[in-house]
């Protein structure tokens, strides 16, 4: 149980259960998981060769206790989103070998009564990851100790995960404590806790994200892990309850270069530099006077080659911000040094 | 079944049961269901001589079906917010004699097998209005048809449902098509239907509200219930959602006269007019660019009767803004034919 969130911690190392998918983007999170917590991942259960292969070692049900492993995750999206029989077998055999199984699929394990009563009469956790299960409180707006960086960013699926990820490990790369707080279902299951905050009641947004990033010590910096954008028509007011409840002392703003207009709803333009930095901005300081944005992470990775310094120098150019790009640039880079060095300024 | 939200309709008349509550702050429920829908409340039922009275034909359990209510309505928080067993024998006998129930509760009805299991069995309809049971959908940002009026506030508890009763009042009286759209329990009751915005995953907060005020007539005004304020740190959360899928046309910003800082939280100081009609302009404008601030609403039942008249000039001096007294304001004000005129000017 951890202390902090209430949440049960998801029990390392993981055996990924990618079962027959065969299209890489609906893997998203096995691969996530390779990505960011390789060392925690011992294995891969595919069911047919034309399965996405993660280049983990394979197993089967029927050797997966070989692995080492302590809990399944299922890594990709089930077609249709439930659980059909087959998979239903594999699972409940998975519980006999002694795994606890780990769920981001919007069916939850917890709703399946035969799954249920085998994991209870077998001593087993599920764990469903979008959904939380401990008690929460409605947000105070007390300000707590220790530092807090937010991700925050223009639109949906932009980078705010990865950013996230990228400067925990840069600030702890360069010595400074700092801790990834997982706000969605790939990031609690690399962190192995967290809460899935746009799962939550509504009136509870904020309190979620007070409950994620709690009273820490002097120079402590938790790293919070974005939802949504403020320029969102769906999903703003997600975005608004995790920076109150955030009260980040800094923000990194998130953006996808070359994207002109919010994904899916082509009747949204999204914010130019000034409007969105203004917005985090207002927004944040409710909570925390201080705030500010203090870079920008510039995901390139749909630009030609040749025209990502350009797209960099211009949103430095437009902001007066370090500029870096989560995927490429080097953690020795200069606007990732700036960024560490206006962490370690605020310690 | 209503078309539009998928939520059961609550049949009327009503009887409100008022139990052993003796408290009038604790029986809010049970009056503004009098005030508001008082031609749709027919008795109240008290367990005893000390229990608020709300001035209705008194019946008992056992002679509660002569009163000609359909629905039982609990119109007070009953002590730690479950239900006792007395409770649950005075509900049971309540579906014995012919009545659905409603209830604002936090334990929901539904989350009691005994009354699950007899209303099931007699075909009786269990109310938990602070749960919606229908499906939800993500907010689309797409523009609807007809004409929505919001209220909001600088706070809770200020002023925006009975706002909100009172315009669609004055436009309905004025000849104008209106319907007033209940967010929170207390107005669900009094409209009969309606989505409690702040129960629903945040994910689906602007889609609720999306599905409660959807495409209407030329002309038509949706009045929808306003909740929590942008400036809480609790709660903005649920008040962005909610401002962003209603789309308003048109808000009215609803404030205490004499408040100063967010209730219950000493280190938040309320905005000043300038910064509220900012604030909610430019979050209203992401969904609907025209929309604006048109009158304040201005509750000064704490000012000494003396000084109200002062509140509210010196409010119309400092916005420009209509501002009128919900409780106190004729509907042939001069603020009140404002506001209803700058609707008509829309339709």
Redesign the interface.
């Known amino acids: 149980m951890n202390r902090h969130t209430g949440s049960l911690a998801i029990r390392k190392p993981y055996l990924l259960l990618v079962g027959d998918q065969s299209e890489p983007v609906f893997a998203k999170t096995a691969f996530g998981l390779r990505d960011w917590c390789g060392e925690d991942c011992v294995g891969q259960i595919r069911f047919a060769d034309g399965a996405v292969d993660l280049g983990l070692p394979d197993y089967t049900p029927a050797d997966a206790a070989r692995s080492g492993a302590q809990t399944v995750v299922i890594g990709v999206a089930v077609p249709g989103g439930g659980l059909s029989a087959e998979w239903q077998e594999v699972l409940l055999a998975l519980l006999e070998a002694g795994f606890d199984i780990a769920s981001g699929l919007h069916d939850a394990l917890e709703d399946n009564p035969a799954l249920v009563l085998r994991a209870r009469a077998l001593g087993r956790r599920l764990h469903d990851v979008r959904r939380f299960a401990g008690p929460l409180k409605?947000?105070?707006?007390r300000r707590r100790t220790g530092r807090r960086l937010l991700t925050v960013g223009t639109d949906c699926a932009v980078g705010k995960k990865y950013t996230a990820l990228a400067v925990a490990r840069w600030l702890q790369d360069a010595g400074h404590p700092a801790t990834f707080r997982a706000t969605g279902q790939t990031g609690i299951l690399i962190a192995g806790e967290g809460i899935a905050?746009?799962?939550?009641?509504?009136?509870?947004?904020?309190?979620a994200a007070e409950a994620l990033s709690p009273d820490a010590a002097l120079g402590h910096w938790d790293v919070v892990e974005g939802q949504g954008s403020l320029?969102h028509?769906?999903?703003?007011?997600?975005t608004?309850?995790l920076v109150?409840?955030s009260q980040p002392d800094l923000m990194v703003l998130c953006h996808e270069a070359g994207r002109t207009v919010i994904a899916g709803?082509p009747?949204?333009r999204l914010p130019d530099w000034e409007s969105a930095i203004a917005?985090y901005t207002?927004a944040a300081r409710?909570?925390n006077p201080g705030a500010r944005v203090a870079a920008i992470s510039l995901n390139c990775g749909r630009l030609p080659a040749e025209a990502r310094a350009a797209a960099v120098a211009g949103a430095e150019a437009a902001t007066g911000l370090p500029v870096f790009d989560p995927m490429a640039s080097a953690p020795d880079s200069a606007a990732v040094r700036a960024l560490v060095g206006a962490c370690a300024a605020l310690d």
């Open positions: 409605v947000g105070t707006g905050v746009d799962a939550v009641k509504a009136d509870f947004v904020s309190g320029f028509p769906s999903f703003a007011a997600v608004l309850g109150h409840g709803l009747d949204y917005g207002d409710l909570t």
